[in-house]
């Protein structure tokens, strides 16, 4: 069969080889947008460049040592061969390729591809091969054989990527639909909202970030661990799934904001840490080694077995912390006693008592209870640190969990008054239809001046604070630094009846009494059938509230702008930069501004990306705005890759509001300060700002803070 040659110096174009043909370009030579198929093998020898290849049916791309190869397209039957490198050479260098459906490339020893886009084709990593940014999609496969090395791999929907038994796979992003199965070792991976990683025998992962949606399943044999033992590079699930199977082990994971690690009977987790909104479930069987490490606040450990692990727990201290004991079934008459010798702590429900081991620590001021789990379990809860809410009373104050009917509160407006009625309520917020409705509002110290409140004061939403000689429920107040609504799991409002509706004092701060409005029964000590989800509003002001209740008009805005000028008094400060800026795996990259044009330059390796600023509520941080809306910049204009991009554009995903705007002043869309950009990596993106809101520049973040069993509201 004939060979064409291609020497040093020359450059042929659009070149066919077929039927047992050969094309062989030289050191030197190079080919352009050749097509190879039915038989036809080009080989691109040590200093050859082969470009913009077409390789099909029975056709054969064969890259040896130092040979390059870029932009060619392995079609059904087509083959890439990165060849093997030479004893002292280095292998093939294939950069820039697509392999489509049916078609296939095989990386040898020292061989190199780079930057390659698999949709729906295979490509294989023998022994001391490299595959770099890898991006896999529509049912594309990757395997790093042992020996061989993947890095920054992005598998996308119905694409797979394979770790075999001795293989390194690293920084691979697990998209929608994508799934990665290791057998060999991964590490530094981020799996994403509908991906899965699958951690097979003998397998590990190391430093794997589990986002929002992603789940992590490692199976018989199958290793999770912590390499650094630190948070910023350990095995996390962030919004994401740790499964851990019968014969898996997970070693240092960190469940954190909404993250689950379960571990199945068999299965074993090795010093898990439960972050802020994580959760730690250990299913009956499960086995433990090590502490279970509470940090943050809400967190939540749920132990199946009726008879909890002897492992000791750490940090079971902070409010919003939860153990639920799934087994123990609550009856109402649970009693929690706390060991100082032993650090042990023991619930007894119904006859049957359950305990825990805690961690050796100082747990002065520390308080516990019991509550349903709302499955028929008893759970735990750190039911104050310290004390509770203070309520001023004619013998000092005293906590509000602590008072009972007959004690004198002080009255803001001068004298005293009995208390006649204690109401408690305990709030899942997460089962509630309306969780705005029932999260509780965080009152700074002194927001409304010296002492007032003296010290931090948690209100529920609904809870009317006495101000310029009216009521006003705090939701109306909320400013964004001293009055700001946290987002909790579980809360338990605590409310004061006393004979007559009063304002009486709470860590110094005047707030309303409890007044009677038929909602008794949304207390689980009224008396009348319980509420499901009781509404805390005042109904029946005219007649039975002492003062004018105020939703809105001069009065609620004189309120709010002299809170705003306390807010500036205290230290907290305004501004007009919005500080744009944009993530892309995990990278923060920071603009070139000109005038209102913010230019970023898109790695390759990125999958979508995410515009981030400052943002604000204007109805809380000015007093002449009603927008309720969370507002980060106003965007009129986006270019990508040297191509406008609609403000509706599909490609803009969650983070946007709607667009406005007319055909005159133009069109701009707000985004709500975290906006998502499906776009792919490699180009440049500049983002045209229309307006941008004043924000604060410190904002309190609304911190999940948990279950509050004995705050005044």
């Known amino acids: ?75 059904s039957g087509g083959t890439l061969i990165a060849s093997q490198a030479t004893a002292s050479g280095y292998g093939a260098n294939a950069f820039a390729d697509t392999v489509l459906l049916g078609g296939s490339a095989v990386v040898f020893s020292k061989g190199w591809i780079n930057s390659a886009s698999v949709q729906g084709g295979s490509v294989t990593v023998s022994a001391g091969g490299f595959a770099q940014e890898t991006t896999l999609t529509a049912g594309g496969v990757l395997t790093i054989s042992a020996g061989g090395s993947g890095n920054i791999a992005l598998v996308g929907s119905g694409a797979a990527f394979i770790v075999s038994s001795g293989g390194l796979g690293s920084q691979t992003t697990v998209s929608n639909g994508g799934t990665e199965t290791v057998l060999g070792l991964e590490a530094f991976s981020t799996v994403q909202s509908g991906g899965t990683v699958v951690v097979s025998q003998g397998g590990t992962t190391s430093a794997v970030f589990v986002a929002n949606g992603g789940t992590e399943i490692v199976l018989t044999g199958g290793t999770a661990i912590v390499t650094s033992g630190t948070a910023d590079y350990g095995l996390r699930a962030s919004g994401g799934t740790i499964n851990v199977s019968s014969g898996g082990t997970t070693s240092g994971a960190i469940v954190m904001n909404g993250g689950i690690e379960v571990v199945s009977s068999g299965g074993t987790a090795i010093v898990t840490t439960i972050g802020n909104g994580g959760t730690l479930s250990l299913l009956s069987g499960a086995a433990v080694g090590g502490l279970m490490q509470f940090s943050g606040g809400n967190g939540d450990l749920v132990i199946e077995a009726l008879v909890p692990p002897s492992n000791p727990i750490a940090g079971f201290v902070s409010a919003g912390d939860t153990i639920d004991l799934d087994q123990l079934i609550y009856f109402g008459s649970t009693a929690v006693s706390f060991n100082g010798t032993t650090d042990t702590l023991t619930v007894t429900e119904g006859g049957v008592s359950a305990t825990v081991q805690l961690a050796a620590a100082d747990y002065t001021g520390v308080k516990w209870a019991a509550q349903s789990d709302s499955g028929g379990g008893t759970q735990i809860l750190v039911a104050c640190v310290a004390e509770g809410t203070l309520i001023g009373t004619d013998d000092g104050e005293v906590p509000v969990e602590m008072l009972v009917p007959g004690n004198r509160v002080l009255l803001a407006r001068g004298g005293t008054a009995p208390v006649v009625w204690l109401g408690f309520r305990r709030l899942d917020c997460r089962r509630h239809p309306r969780p705005q409705d029932v999260m509780p509002v965080r009152v700074q110290a002194e927001a409304f001046g010296p002492s007032h409140p003296y010290a931090d004061l948690l209100l529920s939403p609904d809870h009317s604070i006495y101000a310029d000689g009216v009521l006003i429920p705090v939701r109306y107040l909320l400013n964004g630094v001293t009055v700001v609504q946290e987002p909790v799991s579980n809360i338990t409002y605590w409310h004061v009846e006393l004979p007559a509706h009063d304002v009486l004092l709470a860590h110094g701060l005047p707030i309303e009494s409890y007044l009677e409005t038929g909602n008794r029964g949304a207390f689980e000590n009224g008396g009348a059938p319980l509420a499901l989800h009781p509404d805390f509003a005042m109904t029946v002001w005219k007649e039975h509230g002492c003062a004018e209740l105020v939703r809105d008009g001069a009065a609620l805005e004189a309120v709010r702008s002299w809170l705003l000028d306390r807010a500036a008094a205290l230290g907290y400060a305004t501004t007009r930069d919005p ?37 604000t509520v204007p109805a809380q941080s000015r007093d002449d705005s009603t927008d309720a809306r969370r507002l980060g910049v106003a965007v009129s204009r986006i270019v990508y890759a040297g191509g406008e991009i609609a403000i509706d554009d599909p490609r803009l995903s969650s983070g946007w509001h709607d667009a406005e705007g007319d055909g005159k002043a133009g069109a701009w869309r707000w985004t709500d300060g975290n906006a998502g950009l499906a776009l792919p990596g490699g180009h440049v993106l500049d983002i045209e700002i229309a307006m941008a809101e004043r924000y604060w520049v410190d904002e309190r973040p609304g911190d999940f803070i948990g279950p509050e069993a004995v705050r005044a509201t």
């Open 579 to 615: 500080d744009v800026r944009v993530i892309a795996n995990r990278r923060i990259l920071r603009p070139v501004v000109q005038s209102n044009i913010y230019r970023f330059h898109i790695p390759a390796a990125a999958c979508g990306v995410r515009l981030l600023s400052r943002s």
């Open 1 to 75: 069969m004939p060979t064409i040659f291609v020497s040093a110096g020359v450059t042929s174009t659009g070149l066919s080889v077929s039927g047992g043909s050969s094309l062989d370009v030289l050191q030197g030579g190079t080919t352009s947008g050749a097509v190879i198929l039915n038989g036809g093998v080009e080989v691109v020898s040590s200093g050859g460049t082969a470009a913009n290849t077409t390789v099909s049916n029975g056709g054969i791309l064969s890259a040896s040592t130092y040979g390059f190869d870029s932009g060619s397209v392995i079609s």
